[in-house]
């Protein structure tokens, strides 16, 4: 089974700029969540997507945005790039409903994004 | 509001010995679940083990098990026969066990280095 995948691995942008990642999940989940990690903030939840929707929304500015399709892939995006979003983008992929909170999140390893 | 909180921003231990990582944690939630992740330099972040707070007894998972201490909100994990592959930084995360959410909120890790 294929574990979660994101592309690109490494991204240079520079201000200004906008950046779209991508992430595919284990098959058959249907939650995608985002992360941001930095070495001053440690793992930041950006958003979770379950079925197309926003079901949870970190504290991060509009500038930061996400979408999920049919197929469970999702996207996001970064516009109008700063400094400070130099990070690596993790996303997490799980089965999402139900169950006793016990349930692991799958990451993938991630986009290394990068400011100029 | 819920925080993690590792102390040790750093740790070493020699090979084939024993560490313990520590975590403590705070939440208002009742019932609430504990993870520990490994994230090697590859960046992908590797689910070890899982301990709700309504188990009665500790999680062990192979070489990894969790001292749970409910009442100290603690929630350690002890790596037993250390491998130099054990070289990493550790996460300790946790979630409300009210849903299967995709938002996690994690500590700010441990980096654990394993001499030969």
């Known amino acids: 089974k294929a574990g979660v995948t994101q592309t690109p691995r490494y991204l240079i942008k520079t201000r200004g700029q906008q950046v779209t990642l991508s992430c595919s999940p284990i098959s058959g989940h249907r939650s995608v969540s985002w992360y941001q990690q930095t070495p001053g903030q440690g793992l930041q939840f950006l958003f979770e997507y379950f079925s197309e929707t926003q079901r949870n929304k970190g504290n991060f500015p509009g500038r930061f945005s996400g979408r999920q399709f049919s197929n469970s892939r999702s996207e996001m995006n970064v516009s109008t790039l700063e400094l400070g979003d130099s990070a690596l983008y993790l996303c997490a992929s799980s089965l999402g409903s139900g169950g006793r909170g016990n349930e692991k999140l799958f990451f993938g390893s991630g986009t290394q994004l990068s400011v100029l | 509001a819920q925080k993690i909180t590792q102390t040790q921003p750093g740790m070493f231990v020699q090979e084939k010995e024993a560490v313990t990582l520590d975590c403590t944690y705070d939440t208002s939630d009742q019932s609430y679940g504990l993870f520990w992740y490994k994230q090697p330099s590859s960046g992908e972040m590797i689910f070890l083990i899982y301990?709700?707070?309504?188990?009665?007894q500790n999680a062990t998972e192979g070489r990894y098990s969790l001292n749970f201490q409910k009442a100290r909100k603690s929630a350690n994990l002890v790596i037993s026969a250390s491998q130099l592959g054990d070289s990493a930084m550790y996460f300790c995360a946790m979630r409300p066990i009210s849903s299967n959410t995709g938002k996690l909120i994690f500590g700010q890790g441990t980096t654990l280095q394993v001499k030969p």
């Open positions: 301990q709700g707070s309504y188990d009665e």
